[in-house]
C-alpha cells in the first residue's frame, strides 16, 4: 500500500527527468522535493522512497560514511 503516492510521483518525475541524478534523503528532501515549493517531511519522503524501491522503480547505493543514494533504476 503506498503512503504518499503524490510524492512518489513527483520524485519518480525528478530522476527521468534527470535520469542521472543521484542524492541522499536529505538532498531530495531538500533539492529535488522543496525545489517544487512542497513542504513534505523526511518521514514521508523515506516512505515514498521505499515505495519507489518496492516497485522496482528506484535503487539505492549505500556510501561509507553511512549515507544511501537513491537513483532511478536502470533496466539490465
Known amino acids: 500500500?503506498?503512503?504518499?503516492?503524490?510524492l512518489?510521483?513527483?520524485?519518480?518525475?525528478?530522476l527521468e527527468d534527470c535520469p542521472h541524478a543521484s542524492?541522499?534523503?536529505?538532498g531530495i528532501a531538500k533539492w529535488?522535493?522543496?525545489?517544487?515549493h512542497v513542504s513534505e517531511t523526511v518521514t514521508a519522503?523515506?516512505?515514498?522512497?521505499?515505495d519507489l524501491q518496492r516497485?522496482?522503480?528506484?535503487s539505492e547505493?549505500?556510501?561509507p560514511?553511512?549515507?544511501?543514494?537513491?537513483f532511478l533504476k536502470t533496466p539490465g
Request: proline fraction near 2%.
Open 1 to 6: 500500500m503506498k503512503h504518499y503516492p503524490k
Open 8 to 14: 512518489d510521483q513527483r520524485i519518480l518525475e525528478y
Open 23 to 26: 542524492d541522499t534523503l536529505e
Open 32 to 36: 529535488w522535493v522543496t525545489r517544487h
Open 45 to 50: 519522503i523515506q516512505q515514498a522512497l521505499d
Open 55 to 58: 516497485e522496482g522503480s528506484v
Open 61 to 63: 547505493r549505500h556510501l
Open 65 to 70: 560514511d553511512g549515507q544511501i543514494l537513491y
